[in-house]
């Protein structure tokens, strides 16, 4: 079935593919992709598409890639030139301006990994994990001046596993949020979505993430700790120091322990740590600073850890 909508697509990352996916799939007219310019990265500084970039040459859409768009005249030209129904944003990585909110009728319409107003912010999925959340989803909302404080137009909730990480969590967030991305379409179009105003009274920020926030504080308790490991893979992960040097825990589980935190207990192949309150985390896959990733067990019997050392 054909949509009848104009339509510009902002986004850059994995994230995003779903929804353009779906978008072009169900007959939606995506007549531009706008993503961040080309980059390079890895060792070689070899320049990459962005992921959306890539998709997007694949289904033969057209791409543009400005450096600047609040006041750049040529693009904001390119865009009016279209005549947009809407303007969807995935995880483009840019503010955007008010003169493209201004622009299509049915407004700039973004998908956000939280449920709204919980976890406003640029890593919203790795802050919901890490704050032990069991409860997290998408919401597309109408975009307005502020820092993903418009309307609520839909939501959906996906439950959390104690196994997910971000990395397994956000391609499932991903998925259901391009389905709801096309049915806000639909409502739009046919006038039977009521956008709600956010409670800015509950809501919740998850900034940038930076590398301190992947140094493990042992003060804190080990389910906090897991919590944190879990929400920031890849980057930052989690890390701590170890006879000097940088140690990557990978992998690790709560338990119960009284040992003063960051205290290390080796008995056979179990390694603990201490953390906060009584407790202690089981360290199950460590990457020591220079190494690849190993065991715990490959890890005792590489580096011989003694009872009584410190982490940190």
């Known amino acids: 079935m054909h949509e009848s909508l104009n339509l510009i697509f902002c986004g850059t990352p994995a994230f995003a593919l779903p929804t353009l996916e779906k978008l072009v799939a169900g007959g939606f007219a995506v007549r531009l992709v706008v993503t961040q310019p080309d980059r390079p990265k890895g060792r070689g500084q070899e320049v990459q598409f962005s992921p959306v970039k890539q998709r997007a040459l694949e289904f033969g859409l057209p791409v543009t890639q400005p ?3 609040k006041n750049n005249a040529e693009f904001r030209r390119e865009l009016e030139a279209i005549r947009p129904d809407a303007i969807i944003v995935v ?6 301006p008010q003169w493209m909110l201004d622009l299509p009728p049915l407004g700039n319409i973004n998908l956000h990994g ?7 912010g640029a890593a919203p999925i790795q802050w919901a994990i ?11 909302m ?3 001046a502020g820092l993903d404080t418009g309307d609520i137009l839909l939501q959906k909730q996906l439950r959390i596993a104690p ?3 971000s990395e397994t969590l956000s391609p499932r967030l991903a998925a259901i949020g391009a389905d709801l991305m096309v049915e806000t379409l639909r409502g739009l179009r046919t006038g039977t979505l009521d956008p709600k105003p956010q409670n800015h009274a509950e809501a919740s920020l998850a900034p940038l993430l930076t590398r301190e926030d992947g140094r493990i504080d042992f003060r804190r308790p080990a389910r906090e700790n897991w919590n944190r490991l879990r929400g920031f893979q890849p980057w930052p ?3 701590t120091g170890f006879r000097g040097k940088n140690l990557h825990i990978w992998k690790a589980q709560p338990v119960e322990g009284r040992l003063a935190p960051g205290q290390l207990s080796v008995e056979g192949d179990q390694l603990l740590a201490g ?3 009584s407790t202690a985390l089981e360290l199950l896959e460590l990457q020591p600073e220079g190494k690849k990733r190993m065991s715990v067990r490959d890890f005792i019997h590489g580096y011989h850890p003694k009872t009584g050392e410190h982490l940190g």
């Open 114 to 120: 939280s449920l709204l107003p919980k976890y406003r």
């Open 275 to 277: 953390c906060g309150e």
């Open 163 to 165: 196994v997910d990480t």
């Open 130 to 140: 890490a704050s032990g959340e069991e409860i997290t989803g998408v919401t597309t």
């Open 91 to 96: 995880g483009y990585g840019r503010l955007i």
């Open 67 to 69: 450096r600047e768009i």
């Open 142 to 144: 109408r975009l307005n």
């Open 237 to 239: 992960g989690a890390y």
